[in-house]
Structure formats: C-alpha cells, structure tokens
C-alpha cells in the first residue's frame, strides 16, 4: 500500500484559497487519489478522487503531475466552515482475483480557517 | 435515503461486559468496514466485509468479531470490553455493483462513542 505524507496542520483565513499537498512516492499503477473532509463528531465525507491531471468539482480541485508522486487539493476562498481534518488516500480499493486491497487514513491536515 | 447508519451514537460499558455495534446501509453496498479513531489519530481499519457472509481483518481487529448475515448490515461485536477500546466506531460502506467496476469512496456513518471503564 502506498504510504502518504501529508502536513499535520495549515492556517488561513476566510476567502483565500488553500491546497494541501500529499506525497506519494511509491504510488501504484492502478491506485487512485482519494481526499476526505471530517468535521468533529462526524464521519469523514468525501471530496474528490483523481487518478491523473485535475479534476474539478462544485468543492474543490485535485492537481496530480504527470509522475503522481503527489496530489494537491485545492480549495477556493474557504470560510470559516472549511476548518476540518482532510485525508488523502492512495489506493485501489476494489476486489480483484488477487483479493481486496484496503485503504489507509493517516492523521490527516487539520485545516484552521480564521475570521 | 439515510445512507449509512450506527447505533447506538454512546454507550458506556463497564471492563469485561459484552456488547454490539449495529451499522445499516441503504446504498446497496456490496463493502462494508469498522474502523475506530482515537484522540490525535487517524482512522484504523478493525474488520471489513466484501460481500454478505464474508468478513475480513483489518488493521486491528483483536478484541473485536463481526457478522455479515445481510447484504445491508455489519455488526461489531466486543465479547469482553476493555478501557483500551475506548474510542469513536465508524462504519462505513461503499461499492454499487451497478455503477460498474470502478474506484467508488466509502459512505461513513456519524460514529459511536463508546466508553469502558
């Protein structure tokens, strides 16, 4: 399972633009580049999945290089309900001949966003 | 469509009391998993299960068994708690079939605090 390297915590404040980046050096062909979002007393939520380049949606963006050693989730003008933990996730989660392959969370980057 | 639901939301056990953790989903999942998370932690895998009647260890499954008897529930089971698994439970779900063969993420419930004393 590929390991993930991820930054413990980051400040901002309201209407800048964040990204998180994760490290995944020893990503393999076929996993995919999954972030979850988790507020305190709840269950993580996902956010975006990527397997190359960068895929957008109405939350965020997921920036992956050519060599996908590393992600970068990128969130545009976070207010003060973006403060959370978000995960990233490397891995292909899906039942194969050679068996089901699980995924890890980390600690994940605790996000604080300021007034 | 409540997605994916535990209970109870608390407990407070007693040291060698025995006890259950009902997770529901109504996603059709074919995958379902246990995980806990302690203070300061990530989330750690305890069991999964790959289809019904299946189940599989995870990460830190000792002091725990789970049962797979229908497609739309797990259950955690602790024969004999101890203060050591004190923590949040999650359970989460994920993969429908008819969506094809692809990398789809896991649904997570809202948790169960659990306390042993």
């Known amino acids: 399972l590929a390991k993930t390297t991820q930054p413990i915590s980051m400040d901002s404040y309201e209407g800048q633009e964040v990204n998180i980046t994760c490290s995944h050096n020893n990503i393999a062909t076929n996993d995919y580049i999954t972030w979850y979002q988790q507020f305190p007393s709840q269950g993580p939520r996902f956010i975006i999945q990527?397997?190359?380049t960068k895929v957008t949606n109405e939350v965020a963006s997921l920036f992956i290089p050519a060599d996908r050693k590393s992600s970068t989730l990128s969130l545009p003008r976070v207010s003060l309900s973006d403060t959370a933990v978000y995960y990233c996730l490397v891995g292909d989660a899906r039942v194969r001949g050679s068996g089901y392959s699980t995924l890890t969370f980390g600690k994940g980057t605790m996000l604080l966003v300021s007034p | 469509n409540a997605g994916v639901t535990q209970t109870p939301k608390f407990r407070v056990l007693k040291t060698g009391q025995s006890m259950t953790l009902l997770c529901a989903q109504d996603?059709?999942?074919?995958?379902m998993y246990w995980y806990r998370q302690d203070p300061g932690m990530g989330l750690r895998l305890i069991h999964y299960s790959v289809g019904e009647g299946t189940t599989a260890k995870g990460e830190v499954p000792d002091g725990y068994n789970v049962s797979r008897l229908k497609k739309q529930n797990f259950l955690l089971g602790l024969e004999s708690a101890a203060p050591s698994q004190t923590s949040v439970y999650f359970c989460a779900s994920s993969y429908d079939r008819e969506r094809g063969y692809s990398n789809q993420p896991q649904h997570f419930g809202d948790g169960t605090r659990l306390s042993i004393l």
């Open positions: 996603m059709n999942h074919e995958y």
């Open positions: 990527g397997y190359k």
